[in-house]
């Protein structure tokens, strides 16, 4: 990886799904989940949950663009979750599940319109996405206990139900985007 990272900043329901996720992306090197989108400085996981925030749960990506685009990371984004439902994903419900990408600048902005425009065209999604695209204004990283949640409890029943079957489907669908797993 070069020396050239930058920042992507997704919310995709649950953070432990779109971190498990991302952490198996070539070319992001540091996947932080966290909170963005609200009006509460320094809010606690039971606050976001409580829906009080206006956080939404998210991922914060370091990633390298010589080896992985934003709008790659982005397709990514779009095909592991539904985006087309309004603050909801599965049996998640309230704001802080809603899908949310949170741009760092111009670029990822148009980039990210654009590619919400196309894959509203292309027919890939029976509804509207419904995906906020807003401007990135602050992240605060998730309490310890969040991070890397689905490596340290893979055998959770939340883990294994719900987590699980997302990463296989991701790996079998972007077979061509996969670290080397070990």
Known sequence: MSDNKALATFGGGCFWCTEAIFQDVIGVDKV???????????????????????????????????????EELLLIFFHTHDPTTLNRQGADVGTQYRSIVLYHDEIQREIAVRTKEVLNRSGTYRTPIVTEITPYER???????????????????????????????????????LKEMV
């Open 32 to 70: 932080v989940s966290g909170y963005a989108g609200g009006q509460v400085e320094n809010p606690t996981y039971y606050a976001v949950c409580n829906g009080t925030t206006g956080h939404a749960e998210v991922v914060q990506l370091s990633y390298d663009p010589e080896v992985i685009s934003y």
């Open 139 to 177: 992240f605060y990283p998730a309490e310890d206990y969040h991070q890397d949640y689905f490596n340290n409890n893979r055998y959770q029943p939340y883990c294994m139900a719900v987590i699980d079957p997302k990463i296989r489907k991701f790996r079998k669908s972007f077979a061509n985007k």
